[in-house]
């Protein structure tokens, strides 16, 4: 998409001030500069201009304009995303929605609450809490990521083994459409006589509108919570000891796996004790009531023990099941710390592949010399591969995006997806075309045209066009 | 247990080439559903078989002509079950059409719908091309959601020809409980106990009782009962009686609509009072599915938001009326799906 005259430039921008304060326009290059990328910081790029509404109006006014003047816009929450889908366009606007930030309703009758999209993810839980509800999806990045950005990357998190994706926890979403108008999809109650629009709407990655309202179902704290943790020392016992767990009928609140190079780590980086010999840590939640957590925990002990876990602990506080779960949630920082830079992926496998993928995973890893650390939601087969490398040495970035791409092809050569639940952003557009066909790839950009005909909404993103996918398998072919 | 999917597809090139509206039918249980219309069947019933299944993967993997008897016999098998719980409908009743008609039974508001369960389907555009999406893997975000935008659609965007699901374990105990209690009095109930963190799997209003199903582990199912029984003077129902009564809350055959009468549905919050729907006769998933009866078709004066679910006028629109930016996109959406109208014309919507 090309950039503007410079006559169409003046303007657009003269437009765009009559809509908004000046204190919600960013135009200097140094003070876009915090929003030239989102969680995935090796793609860079500076918007033309950087808005920040307040107001529904503003939005609207907003998304007008672009319409008009055939400007690209992609909106933004708090820039957390890891597929850089909310890396800015160059000619077009940045819209980011970090001021709609208030919890607007919680209802305790109905268990749900209203918010706006840039209420954090952790504020709603908080707030929720003396009423003794949370929200379930709880991505790592929870402190800072916004509920609207959920819905776009249609975030998972810990607790979606038992308690779902965003998806499934959403009662309604209200969205401006790239002509300004407002449409609400769900309602009050549980379902709505109309194809699912609600559904489409989570992790469409800001190519179908703005969203600017949301509500969220919220979920009664369970009476006992008991967290335990469990030692392998080897990676593909402890992956049995997941397909076994699940297969016999018991679905933790949440059940994670870290591999030796991500323990040792976050055992570094927070010190909470993990077992640094381990080759696998297991470690699981069960929540319910008093005499469901006790029978679940006899029974999960006693599966991971027959997998040959040399030891278990079980929490004896919530302090102890905090600290727990802090040197998983801090994974990725930990092994930051150990790596100049890290790359970060998101494939999804049969549970019953793990120990192939985690197998062939090794193999990669020596082939492009490049060490590989395993975190993952091993309940649900979402595997979240960090590969480490250094940025500053000629040719490694490459490398490890070459690593990165021969996992998710991996991944879905087993069955599995490219992604899970951070989204294809920018970041797997070279793997869509190798998960669908050409028939689906056409089917999404005419869902997308249905939304937004120009084309205007994070374009570039998500959905690669049909020459794009031309390109990328003639390349592959070559 | 045939792949038709060749066959389908032919079937529907060739209604595109001589433009053919067509009437997708499965197990043709569920024609009382939507508005009627008139177009050519074309039929998927023979389209059946499951095509794969791996208990501890959890996944089942089925041809949309399936029907739900045979995938819930494969499933009980292995000791699981469909979280969503759809009715059968005399055994009539496919999971094409479950997922087309939204379908799901009383352990909605803590299993989940039929979108919850579904992990990717395959369906043939108005263009006559096979398609799948999504997969069969827990966590999927790649593409848009085409797989859940199907759930509620009355097939009017493709015509489904398989479709994966998340199972789960059957339960190890079940207990149904039972309290005389007039409909506010159980409205209460419901809303305080319907969101607590307890072993619940159904909770509903019929004629003067509540009705509470509770479902789980043995130990959690045992405890839940005392805890309430300390509240309420319940008392067990028998268990065949309580099958009996389940499988008919399942089937939506609790409520009889008589010749001339209206079934109507509505889906709304649990806590509104008994009163929000006129002529109600029976409030399921603990207060947010309300079903009333009527002679005339009045109750859409009363709430806008209604369904006529079964008899009446079915040439006018059975759904309540959207505004015109959202009939629009919808009218865009089929389009990009359908640009020949060829699925199941104006079945959700006279304009759609």
Known sequence: MAALSNSNHRLFMAALAMCLPSSSIIVSQESQRPFECDGLAVYQQLPMVTVLPETLFQVQDVLRLCSEHGVPLVPRGAGTSLCAGAMPHAHGVLLVMTKFDQILHIDQDTASARVQPGVRNLALSEAAAPLGLYYAPDPSSQIACTIGGNVAENSGGVHCLKYGLTVNNLLQVTMVTVAGELVTFGGDGLDEPSMDLLSLVAGSEGLLGVVVEIKVKLLPRAPRVQVLMAAFDNVISAGDAVAALIGQGIIPAGLEMMDHLAIKAAEDFVKVGYPTDAQALLICELDGTDAEVEDQLAAVSACFSDHGSYQIRVAKDAQEAAALWQGRKSAFPAVGSISPDYYCMDGTIPRGQVAHVLTRIRELSQHYGLAVANVFHAGDGNLHPLILFDASIEGQLDQAEALGGDILTLCVDVGGTITGEHGVGLEKMPQMPYQFGDAELAQFRRLKAAFDPSDLLNPGKGIPTLKYCQEYRSLQHA | ?352
């Open chain 2, 1 to 352: 247990m045939h792949d038709l999917t060749p066959q389908l597809v032919e079937q529907v090139q060739q209604a595109r080439a001589e433009q053919t509206p067509l009437h997708i039918v499965g197990g043709n249980s569920k024609s009382h559903l939507g508005r009627a219309t008139q177009a050519q069947p074309v039929n998927v019933v023979g389209h059946s078989g499951i095509i794969s299944y791996n208990p501890t993967e959890l996944v089942i993997r089925a041809r949309s002509g399936t029907t739900i008897q045979e995938l819930q016999s494969a499933l009980a098998e292995q000791q699981q079950r469909l979280p969503f719980e759809p009715p059968h409908h005399q055994g009539l009743a496919t999971i094409g059409g479950t997922v087309a008609a939204n379908q799901s039974g009383p352990s909605r508001p803590w299993f989940g719908a039929v979108k919850d369960s579904l992990l990717g389907l395959g369906l043939i555009n108005g263009y006559g091309e096979a398609m799948l999406f999504g997969g069969q893997v827990m966590k999927n975000v790649a593409g848009f959601d085409v797989t859940r935008l199907q759930t509620g659609a009355m097939g009017s965007l493709g015509l489904i020809t398989e479709v994966s699901i998340k199972v789960l374990p059957q339960f190890n105990a079940n207990e149904t409980l039972v309290c005389e209690l007039n409909a506010q009095a159980a409205l209460k109930q419901m809303q305080a106990w319907g969101n607590l963190s307890m072993p619940l799997s159904g909770m509903c209003y019929w004629q003067n009782k509540l009705y509470v199903r509770l479902q789980g582990s043995v130990a959690g199912v045992e405890e839940t009962c005392k805890v309430f029984s300390k509240a309420l003077p319940l008392v067990v129902l028998e268990a065949d009686l309580a099958q009996e009564f389940w499988q008919k809350v399942t089937e939506r055959e609790l409520l009889v609509a008589q010749e001339k009468q209206i079934m109507w549905r509505w889906s709304g919050p649990s806590n509104a009072p008994a009163s929000a729907l006129d002529n109600t006769e029976f409030i399921n998933w603990a207060g947010s599915e309300r079903w009333a009866l009527t002679t005339a078709s009045d109750a859409t004066v009363v709430n806008p938001h209604v369904t006529q679910y079964r008899g009446g006028d079915r040439s006018l629109d059975v759904n309540p009326s959207i505004n015109a930016h959202d009939q629009a996109l919808q009218q865009r959406i089929k389009h990009a799906f359908d640009p020949d109208g060829l699925f199941n014309v104006g079945r959700l919507y006279s304009w759609l």
